[in-house]
Nanobody, 122 residues
Framework: QVQLLESGGGLAQAGGSLRVSCAASGRTFIAMGWFRQAPGKEREFVASITWSGSGKYYADSVKGRFTISRDNAKNTVSLQMNSLKPEDTAVYYC?????????????????WGQGTQVTVSS
């Protein structure tokens, strides 16, 4: 049984930093990524990474501020979020898929975590 379990997140002030992590169990995925969903909005792509970690893909809105990384020995993926903005406030979801990592459409990702709240105050 595949499980993705997020941790981290919480509350930060604008300009601050937070880190969210995701532990995967059940199998090793070629691609892992992060999405987020704010109230009343669709789930949107944030970042993704290949199995080797050599390939990383970011949404324009977070490029230069967020960094995705993975530790295959622990089967985890993390998202370091710096220079946070109030518009980064959302529930952040870990996702995994067996295909390529450069896919931004949420329906094409096969497995999902339960989400963790990130709130950025102004």
């Amino acid at each position: 049984q595949v499980q993705l379990l997020e941790s981290g997140g919480g509350l930060a002030q604008a300009g601050g930093s937070l880190r969210v992590s995701c532990a995967a169990s059940g199998r090793t995925f070629i691609a892992m990524g992060w999405f987020r969903q704010a109230p009343g909005k669709e789930r949107e792509f944030v970042a993704s990474i290949t199995w080797s970690g050599s390939g990383k893909y970011y949404a324009d809105s977070v490029k230069g501020r967020f960094t995705i990384s993975r530790d295959n020995a622990k089967n985890t993926v993390s998202l370091q979020m710096n220079s946070l903005k109030p518009e980064d406030t959302a529930v952040y979801y870990c996702a995994a898929r067996r295909g390529t990592y450069q896919v931004t459409g949420a329906p094409t990702w096969e497995y999902w975590g339960q989400g963790t709240q990130v709130t950025v105050s102004s």
